[in-house]
Each structure stands twice: as structure tokens, then as C-alpha cells.
């Protein structure tokens, strides 16, 4: 049975700036779709900035973060999100963690350190209020290091639920060519990766090779999931023109589950076009996966109007075949109203 649920968000902005840069700023809403409401107010009071966030979402919530630099070091106390990202990391660039605690961070030209101590946390964010939920303690050291201009060492290690240290280093062997290299554990398993990138005017080469066990994560937290790449990967895109690309991609990802031992190994091939021009965007892609015996073919073609400066319209449609099933078809459409340069509203 198909079920259909409406929801309704009602937003409040309340502000107030003083010429000294001194600012509040407070959000509240209720969301009947998400049953959820509550409020969040940000705030900035030289030297200290931060936010505040109370909502019910199945229970009470709560988050907070003040901040401040003193002395050349930046502080931190309360929820917020800790980068995760290794060199090796090519195709995908937004890992990260959410932390609740105490943290300190320094850079310079030549290095940069950041020490955390806490628990791990779950975010739960609406466009009108923010909260987080502590899972299990945990402390982090993350540390950057430049030998000259071409040659970065960066060193992530986060004890928690098993122990995760992994070194990695990037290498510009020149403007357009980079060569990086990983190794260590996470969460008390080995792991081995190298990868490359090439980029000019009209062609960019992207590749991968990952050598882990299905035991290996990078980080073990039950609302954070990271997905990771194994065996060979590789990504290339052709830009013939400024306004015309061609994208082809060969990908093996592997999901963990913090159900079970088992992690869910999928084999993606992909081919993509894409073209823009006078407002208007098109972008088709056919994609291949695999995983185990099971295996599934997608089609999709998405098209975007820009319909003025601050409204643009989406159109997709999706086909989809899962091994000998019938052929299954949706449509998409979207309109994205950008209210202010921090708030934009979508409806679907």
C-alpha cells in the first residue's frame, strides 16, 4: 500500500545586529511532515560566536556550540562536525563526524593540529532548528603537516569504539598531476589505499585502488556510516566545450552495517552527459550495478529553468529495472527559491 503524508513548516526569522558586529539571530518552526518543532538561536558576542538549538523530535533535544580564539588557538565547547577526509579520498570529500565536547585547534603556515575529547553525536538538523544526541565517548587527534610546497602528511586517529589511526600523504608531483597514499586502521582494522588525480582545461582522470577486509571502518558509531571505497576505481570526464561534458565511471563501494559482520560489496558503471546553456540544463546518465546476485539498471534525465535570479525549476525521470522484475518509472519535479543567501526553500 502506497501511503501519502502532507506536512506543513511554519517559519519565524527574528534579528538583531549591532554596529559593533554584535548579533542575534533567532529561528523558530514546527514541521507536521517531520514531527517536529522547536527553535534556534545564533549569536556572536566579541570574542565568542555559537548557536543554540532546542526541538522535540520523538523526545526533548537539545545543541550548542560556543567558540572563541585566544591567544593564536581556537576553542570550542558544545555539537559541532569534525572533516574525516584522507588524501586518498578522490571521489568523495565530505567525511566527517559529529562530536559533542571540548576542542582545541592551532595552524600556521607550516602545520596544523586539533585535539578533541567528548562522546560521538547525531545530528538532527531542519531548516529551523539544530540538535545532536551523544552516542559513546570519544577523543581525537587530527594533525596536518606541509614539507615545503609540494609535499603534505596529514594524521587522523579517533579512539572510540576500537581504535582508528590513519596516515596519509598528498603529493603534487605538478599544477595539474597529484599522487596520494593512505595506511593504517580504523576501528582496529588494517587498511591500504593509493590514488591518483589529473586535471587539465578539458580532461580530468580520477583513480583509486583500496585494500581492506569487510571488518575495516573508518570510524564505528551507530548514527554515522561511512562508505568506503574498495579495489579499483576510476573516473574520467571529458569537457569539450564549456558547456558540453561526458562523464564514465567504474566504482566498487562497500556499505557497512552495524547489524552484522556482513558488508554489502556494489560494482557501479556509469556513463553521463551533460549540457547547459541560455538558463537551461539537461543531463542524462545510464548506470549498471551489481552486488552479489543481484544486480540493477537505471536511466535518468534531469532538466533545470533557471526562472529568475533567485527561482529555478527540476524535472527528473527515472527508470529502473532490479534483475528479471518489471521495469519501474518515476517523475521528480522540484521548484528552489533562494529566500536569502542563507536560506533557500524547496518544494516537491
Not at 603534505?152 to 572510540?160: A, E, G, P, Q
Not at 527540476?314 to 521548484?335: E, H, I, K, M
Request: with cysteine.
Amino acid at each position: 500500500m502506497l501511503r501519502r503524508r502532507t506536512g506543513i513548516v511554519l517559519l519565524c526569522l527574528l534579528g538583531r545586529t549591532t554596529a559593533s558586529g554584535q548579533f542575534l539571530t533567532a529561528t523558530g518552526g514546527a514541521s507536521s511532515l517531520l514531527d517536529t518543532y522547536g527553535s534556534k538561536v545564533d549569536f556572536q558576542y566579541a570574542p565568542v560566536s555559537g548557536w543554540l538549538g532546542v526541538g522535540w523530535n520523538h523526545g526533548l533535544r537539545f545543541g550548542a556550540l560556543a567558540s572563541a580564539t585566544w591567544r593564536g588557538a581556537d576553542y570550542a565547547a558544545g555539537d559541532r562536525l569534525y572533516p574525516f577526509a584522507l588524501d586518498t579520498d578522490v571521489f568523495e570529500r565530505g567525511y566527517y563526524f559529529d562530536g559533542r565536547g571540548l576542542s582545541v585547534s592551532r595552524h600556521n603556515q607550516a602545520e596544523t593540529w586539533t585535539v578533541f575529547a567528548g562522546s560521538l553525536a547525531g545530528e538532527f538538523s531542519t531548516s529551523f532548528v539544530k540538535t545532536y544526541q551523544s552516542e559513546r565517548a570519544a577523543a581525537a587527534f587530527f594533525y596536518e603537516r606541509k614539507a615545503g610546497a609540494r609535499v603534505t602528511f596529514h594524521s587522523s586517529n579517533v579512539l572510540s569504539r576500537g581504535l582508528t589511526s590513519i596516515e596519509s600523504v598528498n603529493i603534487a608531483v605538478s599544477r595539474n598531476w597529484k599522487l596520494d597514499t593512505s595506511a593504517g586502521v580504523g576501528a582496529g582494522h588494517a587498511m591500504f589505499a593509493a590514488a591518483t588525480e589529473y586535471k587539465n582545461r578539458w580532461l580530468t582522470l580520477t583513480g583509486s585502488w583500496t585494500a581492506a577486509d569487510d571488518r575495516f571502518q573508518r570510524l564505528h558509531a551507530p548514527l554515522s556510516v561511512f562508505s568506503e571505497r574498495r579495489g579499483a576505481n576510476v573516473r574520467a570526464r571529458l569537457t569539450p566545450f564549456a558547456h558540453l561534458s561526458f562523464t564514465l565511471a567504474h566504482e566498487n563501494i562497500a556499505e557497512p552495517l552495524m547489524s552484522g559482520p556482513i558488508t554489502p560489496h556494489i560494482s557501479l558503471d556509469s556513463v553521463s552527459v551533460s549540457i547547459s546553456g541560455a538558463g537551461f540544463g539537461l543531463t542524462t546518465t545510464e548506470s549498471s550495478s551489481r552486488s552479489g546476485s543481484l544486480s540493477a539498471q537505471t536511466q535518468v534525465f534531469t532538466a533545470s529553468r533557471r526562472l529568475s535570479s533567485r527561482l529555478t525549476a527540476y524535472g527528473s525521470a527515472v527508470r529502473s529495472q532490479n534483475g528479471t522484475q518489471p521495469l519501474t518509472s518515476f517523475y521528480l519535479s522540484t521548484v528552489r527559491g533562494r529566500v536569502s543567501p542563507r536560506l533557500t526553500l524547496d518544494g516537491t
